[in-house]
T-cell receptor, first 113, second 118 residues
Framework: GENVEQHPSTLSVQEGDSAVIKCTYS??????FPWYKQELGKRPQLIID?????GEKKDQRIAVTLNKTAKHFSLHITETQPEDSAVYFC????????????FGTGTSLTVIP | GAVVSQHPSRVICKSGTSVKIECRSL??????MFWYRQFPKQSLMLMAT?????????EQGVEKDKFLINHASLTLSTLTVTSAHPEDSSFYIC??????????????FGPGTRLTVL
């Protein structure tokens, strides 16, 4: 099955700096990679996603890059703000995973004012 | 957008009792719903996948007789934790995937249920 690894597990940055979270996946057939943000005690919210036919996608301060050859994808948050503090999860899905998403282990991001 | 509700949001029960958690897709039909368990500061652990009108598929290590899942309609799935014990205390989250359109490609999460077994 698919195996998704995520690093780092914790990340602290100064407000205004950039944050980068990286994930790797094992199944080369996986073709959909969403990123979720989860605030304490709340549901995960989709913040951005990328499909395997695209190398990069950007939405304001958030961007995701995908390297299919290396089987890794990354989340980039620029000009971080305190409200960006949360746990971020990457996930992968593809024809070999059925309907399932395989989640990374999460990154706890703290933005220091 | 696609909205998923979950009820109850919190439940406290005595050891040995059963607890039912409902997951509803409010504005779309969900062919597939997923049940996750999340421990503090940990990732989402998939427990089972339920498809409307058929038996749920459980992940390895998840007791299907303990965690009963029923997906009776395209908008409702239920998880029943039978004979709950303190080690079952956790945050349970459901998600739903729709029949078509935007909701087909994404998973939409419910707000979660905090279960505490005394």
């Amino acid at each position: 099955g698919e195996n998704v690894e995520q690093h780092p597990s914790t990340l602290s940055v100064q407000e205004g700096d950039s944050a980068v979270i990286k994930c790797t996946y094992s199944d080369s057939a996986s073709n959909y990679f969403p990123w979720y943000k989860q605030e304490l005690g709340k549901r995960p919210q989709l913040i951005i996603d990328i499909r395997s036919n695209v190398g990069e996608k950007k939405d304001q301060r958030i961007a995701v890059t995908l390297n299919k050859t290396a089987k890794h994808f990354s989340l980039h948050i620029t000009e971080t703000q305190p409200e960006d503090s949360a746990v971020y999860f990457c996930a992968a899905r593809g024809p070999n995973t059925g309907n399932q998403f395989y989640f990374g282990t999460g990154t706890s991001l703290t933005v220091i004012p | 957008g696609a909205v998923v509700s979950q009820h109850p949001s919190r439940v406290i029960c005595k050891s040995g009792t059963s607890v039912k958690i409902e997951c509803r897709s409010l504005d779309f039909q969900a062919t597939t719903m997923f049940w996750y368990r999340q421990f503090p500061k940990q990732s989402l652990m998939l427990m089972a996948t339920s498809n409307e009108g058929s038996k749920a598929t459980y992940e390895q290590g998840v007791e299907k007789d303990k965690f009963l899942i029923n997906h009776a309609s395209l908008t409702l799935s239920t998880l029943t934790v039978t004979s709950a014990h303190p080690e079952d205390s956790s945050f349970y989250i459901c998600s739903a995937r729709g029949v078509s359109g935007v909701s087909y490609n994404e998973q939409f999460f419910g707000p979660g249920t905090r279960l505490t077994v005394l």
